[in-house]
């Protein structure tokens, strides 16, 4: 199997539709060294080089007027260590083929983000993560990590070996290069249990502090325009399996999470008037359920109606009131907002720019269906976000630039001062890089 390039690549867009990019060649490498050269034949052409997996993003992480590298040939499981609980994977691949095929073997994850449609490196990038008290982001369970940079040099990376690099790379953002290759701790495969049921939004917020200090993985949605909130509970569990039965899953997963939500949006886009209304109706259609199952069935669902998204992170303290403030804010407002916010939880890592760097972190995602004007909403969510001194997800909708990062992030200057020295020419840079990293 060899690289194929296109010089003809047409334009790019992302799953939301709202980032495209024109590059001038398409390189899908079929080894490292293809992409190493792929990368010096860019340096020779005076052309910037980005990756881009699914496309998962809403921000333009991944553009570029340069060379566009597709990793779809760089897919599946280099190396399973039993000894060091590790797994080695190409990265190209989905989430999806990484868990399945880790379940196979009796292993799993720690803890997983809500889908599992991006490739490994797209989703840690940007650092994608789930809901825990106690276990963190994708990223944060990276052991080790190899990196293609500006040169073609082709790095390794952990604690031991390279450890200024790991210390950034495992949330890079693209900037420092192109991470081929993650090696991810692992631990033996488990269940969980999800309890999943209805509160009301003045519940949560009063019992907010106990939900989460008693649950190892808590999550809600709020619905805006109602009182009401969907809550999950996911708990380690001795078994026995009880999964989701096929006809009740396709029911709530498919038919009302998916088909029915996508008629409701279609509906509030035509008729905003109507979405307070909807709105009730939705955040009354889920019934509590139990199940229990391994764990990605657990943490992933399908999202199959698209949106765009804002997601900030805020210090865990501040979110009973942050998020009552948003609340208000929706209520007093005209705004017309059909999807609900989503709330999840994270501890404190040690990565340079993850969002929960240093702190514990609390997630608010804020959502708006396609094709629907969200600037209004989400000028105003960024608003309330940013007076908690937010950290806005790095592959979401945000207008922060590099001199609020440098304020809201101590550790911000290395992780510069390292993209001054592995991409000193800025290879691999865009606008939105230049945006939040500085020139």
Same mark, same amino acid.
């Given at each position: 199997?060899?690289?194929?390039?296109?010089?003809?690549?047409?334009?790019?867009?992302?799953? &939301?539709?709202?980032?495209?990019?024109?590059?001038?060649?398409?390189?899908?490498?079929?080894?490292?060294?293809?992409?190493?050269?792929?990368?010096?034949?860019?340096?020779?052409?005076?052309?910037?080089?980005?990756?881009?997996?699914?496309?998962?993003?809403?921000?333009?992480?991944?553009?570029?007027?340069?060379?566009?590298?597709?990793?779809?040939?760089?897919?599946?499981?280099?190396?399973?260590?039993?000894?060091?609980?590790?797994?080695?994977?190409?990265?190209?691949?989905?989430?999806?083929?990484?868990?399945?095929?880790? &379940?196979?073997?009796? =292993?799993? =994850?720690?803890?997983?983000?809500?889908?599992?449609?991006?490739?490994?490196?797209?989703?840690?990038?940007?650092?994608?993560?789930? *809901?825990?008290?106690?276990?963190?982001?994708?990223?944060?369970?990276?052991?080790?990590?190899?990196?293609?940079?500006?040169?073609?040099?082709?790095?390794?990376?952990? &604690?031991?070996?390279?450890?200024?690099?790991?210390?950034?790379?495992?949330?890079?953002?693209?900037? =420092?290069?192109?991470? #081929?290759?993650?090696?991810?701790?692992?631990?033996?495969?488990?269940?969980?249990?999800?309890?999943?049921?209805?509160?009301?939004?003045?519940?949560?917020?009063?019992?907010?502090?106990?939900?989460?200090?008693?649950?190892?993985?808590?999550?809600?949605?709020?619905?805006?325009?109602?009182?009401?909130?969907? #809550?999950?509970?996911?708990?380690?569990?001795?078994?026995?399996?009880?999964?989701?039965?096929?006809?009740?899953?396709?029911?709530?997963?498919?038919?009302?999470?998916?088909?029915?939500?996508?008629?409701?949006?279609?509906?509030?886009?035509?008729?905003?008037?109507?979405?307070?209304?909807?709105?009730?109706?939705?955040?009354?259609?889920?019934?509590?359920?139990?199940?229990?199952?391994?764990?990605?069935?657990?943490? *992933?669902?399908?999202?199959?109606?698209?949106?765009?998204?804002?997601?900030?992170?805020?210090?865990?303290?501040?979110?009973?009131?942050?998020?009552?403030?948003?609340?208000?804010?929706?209520?007093?407002? #005209?705004?017309?907002?059909?999807?609900?916010?989503?709330?999840?939880?994270?501890?404190?890592?040690?990565?340079?720019?993850?969002?929960?760097?240093?702190?514990?972190?609390?997630?608010?995602?804020?959502?708006?269906?396609?094709?629907?004007?969200?600037?209004?909403?989400?000028?105003?969510?960024?608003?309330?976000? *940013?007076?908690?001194?937010?950290?806005?997800?790095?592959?979401?909708?945000?207008?922060?630039?590099?001199?609020?990062?440098?304020?809201?992030?101590?550790?911000?200057?290395?992780?510069?001062?390292?993209?001054?020295?592995?991409?000193?020419?800025?290879?691999?840079?865009?606008?939105? =890089?230049?945006?939040?990293?500085?020139?």
């Amino acid at each position: 199997m060899s690289t194929a390039v296109s010089e003809k690549s047409g334009t790019w867009r992302n799953w &939301a539709g709202n980032v495209t990019a024109l590059p001038v060649r398409e390189v899908t490498p079929a080894s490292v060294d293809e992409l190493s050269a792929a990368v010096r034949k860019a340096a020779e052409d005076g052309l910037t080089v980005k990756a881009v997996g699914t496309g998962h993003s809403f921000t333009a992480a991944a553009a570029t007027d340069g060379v566009l590298i597709r990793p779809q040939l760089l897919t599946g499981i280099r190396k399973i260590d039993r000894t060091a609980m590790t797994v080695t994977v190409e990265a190209g691949t989905p989430l999806k083929r990484l868990n399945t095929a880790l &379940a196979r073997e009796g =292993l799993s =994850l720690t803890n997983m983000g809500d889908i599992m449609e991006q490739t490994v490196s797209g989703a840690t990038s940007t650092g994608t993560h789930g *809901t825990g008290r106690d276990s963190a982001s994708i990223a944060a369970q990276i052991t080790g990590l190899e990196l293609v940079t500006a040169d073609g040099s082709v790095l390794t990376c952990s &604690a031991n070996e390279n450890p200024e690099i790991f210390a950034s790379a495992r949330i890079g953002i693209g900037a =420092l290069g192109i991470v #081929t290759a993650i090696t991810f701790s692992v631990e033996p495969l488990f269940l969980l249990t999800a309890r999943e049921e209805p509160m009301s939004f003045d519940k949560v917020m009063t019992d907010f502090e106990e939900l989460f200090t008693e649950n190892e993985h808590f999550e809600f949605y709020w619905f805006p325009h109602t009182g009401n909130c969907n #809550t999950k509970r996911n708990n380690r569990s001795a078994g026995p399996e009880n999964p989701v039965g096929p006809v009740r899953g396709w029911i709530e997963d498919e038919f009302l999470s998916n088909g029915a939500f996508q008629v409701a949006n279609l509906l509030g886009r035509a008729v905003p008037a109507a979405i307070p209304s909807i709105a009730g109706i939705s955040s009354r259609a889920l019934s509590a359920r139990t199940y229990t199952d391994i764990p990605y069935k657990v943490f *992933t669902s399908p999202r199959r109606v698209r949106f765009v998204e804002m997601e900030y992170a805020v210090p865990r303290e501040a979110l009973v009131e942050t998020l009552r403030e948003l609340k208000s804010m929706v209520d007093r407002s #005209t705004l017309r907002v059909s999807f609900p916010v989503e709330v999840r939880t994270a501890p404190a890592d040690d990565i340079t720019l993850s969002t929960a760097s240093g702190r514990e972190s609390a997630y608010i995602a804020v959502h708006m269906f396609r094709g629907t004007p969200y600037q209004a909403y989400f000028t105003a969510a960024e608003r309330i976000f *940013t007076a908690h001194e937010g950290r806005p997800h790095w592959g979401k909708v945000h207008t922060r630039d590099a001199e609020y990062f440098s304020r809201v992030y101590p550790r911000f200057g290395e992780f510069t001062a390292l993209r001054d020295r592995l991409d000193p020419d800025r290879r691999f840079a865009n606008d939105y =890089l230049r945006r939040i990293l500085g020139s």
